[in-house]
């Protein structure tokens, strides 16, 4: 089985920094595009920021001069840092991978659209 675990949100104060870490956990085979969306009570769940599995990366307007996402394949770990936080940023962050492939056993599986928890972040004003 395959288990999406973010990590690094909580209470940040206007104008600092965050850096959020999603890692997948198994007998991972492949991971295609890795993703951060983010949802605030009341609105829709939009993208945040997203990378390929080549390092492509691609930022919502409101965050692009100020965020970087980034990956390790060998950890299966995405990455988004972000700096100059501001109140509109709270929300709740969700991690997203596009598809992964895992083996149970020797049996290969594969997950389309696989979405972590999520994990809140405040910025204080």
């Known amino acids: 089985q395959v288990r999406l675990v973010e990590s690094g949100g909580g209470l940040v104060q206007a104008g600092g920094s965050l850096r959020l870490s999603c890692s997948a956990s198994?007998?991972?085979?492949?991971?295609?595009?890795m993703a951060w969306y983010r949802q605030a009570p009341g609105k829709q769940r939009g993208l945040v920021a997203s990378?390929?599995?080549?390092?492509?990366?691609n930022y919502a307007d409101s965050v692009k001069d100020r965020t970087t996402i980034s990956r390790d394949n060998h950890k299966n770990t995405v990455y988004l840092q972000m700096n100059s936080v501001k109140p509109e940023d709270t929300a709740v962050y969700y991690c997203?991978?596009?598809?992964?492939?895992?083996?149970?056993?020797?049996?290969?599986?594969?997950?389309?659209?696989?979405w972590g928890q999520g994990t809140q972040v405040t910025v204080s004003s």
């Open positions: 990378i390929t599995s080549g390092g492509a990366t």
């Open positions: 198994g007998s991972i085979r492949v991971i295609n595009t």
């Open positions: 997203n991978v596009d598809r992964v492939e895992y083996y149970v056993g020797t049996i290969l599986y594969a997950k389309n659209d696989y």
